[in-house]
């Protein structure tokens, strides 16, 4: 076969990505208060029709949003978010190390573990599965200026295998202030970053986060 420096970065045969989101959801797109997306990607490749492997990456996502006690304008609300995602192959490639990026997943980052660095999980190498579930609750109306506070816990856990979740799990405690500026949605966060199994370890660490255009 081919060296791994010529082919690691080539993108899979078949993508492919559905999803269903509820009108409330579509309605508030540029200040979410409720409703729901649910989201299913897919990339395929096999070894006879121009890939240099064969593998199969499927990623199920979802986000689902509750306005507390229905007020209009909103007080508080509440925001779930999590993915989880798989690549399957064969145990001789698997073993090789010779997956291409684009089948490894990884944690971290304004979208998923905010307490790491973008995909800073597991490491270089990635993963085969990753789960992530966010919670966030955001609060409206008691600052000036319309900045909205918010508090988060995000979760997630990894394995170098297909169809499997290993130790450790990861926590992101954090908290962060949201402001809809007239050009687009304004975020920044701080939170840290938890080893479950090692408290003490260097992936233990702050980290903050600056985007615009992002929503929960």
């Known amino acids: 076969g081919r060296p791994k420096a010529e082919w690691i970065d080539e993108k899979p045969l078949i993508e492919g990505k559905t999803s ?8 508030y797109v540029d200040s979410p ?31 689902r949003y509750w306005n507390l006690g229905g007020f209009e304008p909103p007080i508080a609300v509440v925001g779930v ?39 800073e999980l597991p490491g270089p190498g990635g993963a085969l599965t990753a789960f992530f579930l966010s ?10 200026l319309d900045l909205q506070p918010f508090l988060f816990l995000d979760v997630g856990e990894m394995s170098p295998k297909p169809f499997s979740l290993e130790s450790p799990v990861y926590w992101s405690p954090g908290g962060g202030v949201r402001w809809a500026s007239p050009i687009g949605t304004v975020r920044t966060t701080v939170a840290h970053g938890w080893v479950d199994s090692a408290p003490q ?16």
């Open 20 to 27: 269903l989101a509820s009108h409330s959801l579509e309605y």
């Open 33 to 63: 208060r409720r409703g729901y997306e649910l989201s299913l990607a897919v990339s395929l490749g096999h070894e006879s029709v121009f890939s240099p492997i064969t593998a199969q990456l499927m990623a199920l996502s979802f986000q």
């Open 81 to 119: 978010r999590g993915m989880v995602a798989t690549t399957h192959v064969d145990e001789a490639t698997r073993t090789s190390g010779l997956v291409p990026t684009h089948f490894r997943h990884f944690l971290g980052g304004s979208q998923s573990l905010r307490g790491f660095g973008r995909k």
């Open 135 to 144: 919670n966030e609750v955001r609060f409206t109306g008691f600052l000036p």
């Open 201 to 216: 370890s260097e992936l233990s660490h702050w980290q903050f986060y600056f985007t615009f255009g992002e929503e929960f």
